[in-house]
């Protein structure tokens, strides 16, 4: 791992936490150009770590966040690594699309 890498990370992080959507995007667009140019798939599933949480946490896109998650469950080797992660965000979604599709009263009496 470099150095930049994870300053890009934790600005990042820094952005997601304080609700800073500018510092936030424009350090995890730097994470994913550092990724493609140095080759580097740890920086570029952080990036995608962090796509994924947005579209779970901010813009309710839920079923395009399971899109995400279960490409990387497809390919073990690349779940290993943050596969309790991934668990993690995968049932938020779940959680919620589950909540959506049941009714709010019962017909039952």
């Given at each position: 791992?470099k ?41 570029l599933?952080f ?18 966040a399971?899109s ?42």
């Open positions: 791992m150095q930049g890498e994870n300053l890009y990370r934790l600005a990042a992080a820094n952005g997601e936490m304080t609700h800073d959507e500018e510092k936030k995007q424009y350090y995890t667009l730097k994470l994913k150009q550092y990724g493609e140019f140095a080759d580097d798939s740890f920086s599933l990036y995608d770590v962090f796509t994924i949480m947005s579209l779970i946490s901010e813009q309710q896109a839920y079923e395009e399971l995400i998650i279960d490409q990387y469950f497809s390919n073990p080797k690349l779940a290993d690594v943050f596969e309790v992660l991934f668990l993690l965000e995968k049932e938020k979604p779940i959680m919620v699309l589950n909540a959506l599709r049941k009714p709010f009263f019962s017909s039952k009496k």
